[in-house]
């Protein structure tokens, strides 16, 4: 259930033509009162006698009959109350119910307290009403509705719990604005899986993900097709932004444009700056346009830095400074935009729905302290450059370990923002791993599958060998490793970082130390994902022979000759 306080009016009877007629994209069904602050109120909707006009003369008596010095200029509260699509439609003596406890929450006209101000609740659609009252009690004095939103909100838990309808978590005020009803009939009759204000919403925020500066993301807005208005200072100076669907017209057949903030809190032209004041980017990959690849940024170079950003982001956010974890929270939105944004066709409807999900965890009233976030800022900005990803070879395993390490850090996200009491960011944070899994699941099948295989192949000795390591490192996960399906891919990624140099037992240790690994959905998995990142092994190995010469080498593991890497890495 969600009230909603809509601004203050001058004119009552604007108001109630607006409920009883048919709505702007002819929505409303049936206009009726369903309550009211008596019993004897005129219904328009349901009584051929009764006139807007009478029903407005009586709402507005008490502002009447107070002197014109004493009349507030503002004098009509709106409230709307809406449930959700899944709740169930309840009666008209239900909505009454609820429009009563509403006004009483709201201090608009309280039994308890004596006299109240005049109000009426209208109902023209199952799912939701709209309460109107004039701001002067019958007494002539005002209403105290100072917090009357906080009030309403509590008051909405409390009925969800009674009606048994979807419990919905507190919100902050950092919410980005909910779509209109007129919004989503207007989409449906447009075939749309969202409303205008949801795509703009979506795609202005991939814009902005790693950009450098303002050209650059008006050169993307204006790449992904919107129309764009600038407001513009006298002195010349950008004040701010409007965007609008090319084909989201108004009744004049004008594009709807909405301002940056009124898409959400974070996309006013002000708090974009604020990321890029503190940003110094590696400059964009040359030559080409945006999204071509170059030897140095290609989508798995991309994916493998993201990895990097996310796993040392985690500490930060688990155990850093609240404005330095809201900051690095913030980028990792980001992230996912870019992410979505250069995905390949079997993950990205994932990838795009955790985006849109992670979008509400990404703002609480803990400021972001920007800067020390760009190492993440820094890995959108390289996926986006690194261009989209086939999905399939090494881009295809590098996205597998991008999205695991960001599971991990939009977990910790959660558990951050569970700490702080902001439970709408923490539901959405956990709305994201659920897409984020399966995205990784679609990701990973294959590389890991070929690594199965690969770790199937090898030699008794050799996985003896590894197996022995394992035990020997982590005692405390081993025999849990063991028993994974991943167990295999895990051995085979040993092998492969055994016989390019590295020390297998020490890459283990880094991995393990880095974090827990206990609630992970698959040891093995992070583990192979890590070891690979680390040891600069390629992700993946479907053209890679099987490993023989670690089970060969005459010597000790870890002291072995350098491979093609050049180095060792701890």
């Not at 001058?10 to 009162?33: C, Q, S, V």
């Not at 796993?311 to 609240?322: F, R």
């Amino acid at each position: 259930m969600v009230p909603r306080i809509h601004k203050r009016g001058k004119r009552t009877i604007g108001i109630l033509f607006y409920l009883y007629g048919p709505g702007k994209a002819e929505e409303h069904t049936d206009p009726h009162l369903v309550a009211s602050w008596d019993l004897c109120a005129p219904d328009p909707g349901r009584d051929d006698t009764a006139t807007l006009k009478q029903l407005q003369q009586l709402l507005d008596q008490p502002v009447e009959n107070v002197d014109q010095a004493e009349r507030p200029e503002k004098h009509v509260w709106h409230l709307s109350v809406r449930n959700g699509p899944d709740d169930r439609i309840l009666s008209e003596e239900e909505w009454g119910d609820v429009a009563r406890r509403m006004v009483a929450a709201a201090g608009i006209d309280d039994p308890e307290e004596g006299a109240g101000c005049r109000w009426v609740a209208v109902r023209h659609a199952d799912d939701h009403i709209h309460i109107v009252a004039t701001v002067v009690r019958e007494d002539g004095y005002r209403p105290r509705l100072n917090n009357d939103a906080i009030r309403v909100q509590d008051e909405a838990r409390l009925l969800e719990a009674e009606l048994g309808l979807r419990r919905l978590n507190t919100g902050d005020g950092t919410a980005a604005k909910r779509p209109t009803s007129a919004e989503r009939h207007k989409a449906e009759r447009q075939g749309r899986e969202r409303t205008a204000r949801e795509e703009l919403r979506e795609t202005v925020r991939r814009a902005v993900a790693g950009a450098a500066g303002e050209t650059e993301f008006f050169d993307r807005l204006a790449a992904a097709g919107l129309l764009i208005r600038r407001r513009v200072a006298p002195s010349g100076d950008l004040l701010g932004y409007k965007v609008a669907l090319p084909d989201d017209l108004n009744k004049d057949g004008e594009p709807v444009f909405y301002p940056g903030v009124r898409l959400a809190p974070d996309l006013s032209l002000p708090r974009i700056r604020e990321r890029w004041s503190a940003d110094h980017p590696d400059p964009a990959p040359s030559p080409g346009t945006p999204g071509r690849a170059t030897p140095d940024n290609n989508p798995s170079a991309a994916r493998r830095r993201t990895a990097s950003a996310a796993w040392a982001a985690l500490p930060i956010v688990e155990q850093g400074d609240d404005a330095v974890a809201a900051a690095h929270i913030a980028a990792t939105g980001e992230v996912l935009d870019a992410l979505a944004k250069t995905s390949a066709a079997h993950t990205r409807h994932e990838l795009r729905d955790a985006a849109f999900e992670f979008e509400r965890a990404s703002r609480s009233h803990i400021r972001a302290e920007r800067g020390h976030d760009r190492a993440l800022r820094q890995a959108a900005r390289d996926l986006v450059n690194g261009g989209p990803a086939l999905g399939r070879g090494e881009d295809g395993a590098t996205t597998a370990m991008a999205i695991d390490m960001l599971v991990f850090l939009i977990t910790a996200a959660m558990h951050w923002h569970a700490k702080k009491g902001h439970a709408q960011q923490a539901e959405a944070a956990r709305q994201a791993t659920e897409h984020l899994r399966s995205a990784y699941q679609a990701a990973a099948a294959h590389p890991l599958g070929t690594l199965y295989q690969r770790g199937r192949r090898l030699a008794s000795p050799l996985v003896q060998r590894q197996t022995s390591v394992l035990r020997q490192t982590l005692p405390k996960l081993a025999e849990q490793v063991l028993a994974e399906p991943g167990w295999y891919a895990l051995a085979a990624t040993l092998a492969d970082a055994e016989a390019a140099g590295h020390d297998p037992a020490s890459l283990l240790t880094d991995a393990a130390g880095r974090r827990e690994l206990g609630t992970a959905d698959s040891v093995a998995d992070v583990l192979v994902w890590r070891l690979r990142q680390t040891a600069d092994l390629p992700a993946d190995t479907s053209g890679t022979a099987d490993v023989h010469a670690a089970e060969r080498s005459p010597h000790p593991a870890g002291q072995r000759t350098p491979g093609r890497s050049g180095h060792r890495r701890g």
